[in-house]
């Protein structure tokens, strides 16, 4: 099982990140399979960072085995979806960039990862890029976003991995985060939702 995940798809989270450049490609890093963390299991705040900050996204199944897929099928690859969270060392990510060094260890800790209830994507009344993704801390909403504004959708997204990586079933790709990114500390209590619909429910340790 491989965790995609994009970075930088949403065009006001790249300014509130101060990125002036934007993508021409998708913007792609991968978690290993220990970064995953599912069915309301907690999360613990790493001891090698003073700064980790949610990013709340749509999680994307894939169902098929597929590779070099045109995007105009990419949509028969996947089958559900749900609401994730890339949990990102901001502090470590940091140093490491002004270091010019690969950074893949701020954002591939174990349990970064988090993944809610999946839903059909049968089930879903709109479509997958015309959905609202929330996340709220204590009660308090701290970030929404609509996959509609996406820079890269989906289904394009899905046809440029499978350039590189042959994609199986039970891959997961995270779509990247909308702006509203922030920190956690201990006691913290994060619900995840697609529309008003609750998929996601842990707490910070």
Wanted: aromatic share 12%.
């Amino acid at each position: 099982m491989k965790i995609f995940a994009v970075g930088w798809n949403y065009l006001n989270h790249n300014k509130e990140m101060n990125r002036a450049l934007l993508p021409q490609e998708p913007v792609l890093f991968m978690k290993p399979d220990t970064a995953l963390l599912k069915d309301g299991k907690p999360f613990f705040l790493p001891p090698f960072s003073e700064r980790v900050e949610y990013e709340t996204e749509l999680v994307v199944r894939i169902s098929r085995l597929g590779k070099n897929i045109a995007p105009r099928f990419a949509h028969r690859y996947y089958d559900a979806v749900t609401v994730g969270i890339d949990f990102t060392a901001r502090d470590l990510q940091a140093r490491l960039r002004a270091e010019g060094s690969p950074w893949e260890i701020s954002k591939g800790f174990d349990g970064s990862a988090v993944v809610g209830d999946f839903v059909p994507v049968g089930e879903l009344t709109r479509g997958v890029q015309d959905q609202y993704i929330s996340l709220r801390i204590n009660g308090n909403e701290v970030q929404r976003g609509h996959t509609a504004d996406m820079i890269f959708p989906i289904d394009e997204i899905i046809a440029y991995i499978s350039r590189f990586y042959t994609l199986r079933m039970g891959d997961l790709l995270f779509t990247g985060t909308p702006e509203g990114v922030g920190p956690v500390a201990i006691g913290d209590h994060l619900q995840g939702f697609l529309g008003d619909r609750p998929l996601l429910d842990f707490h910070v340790r």
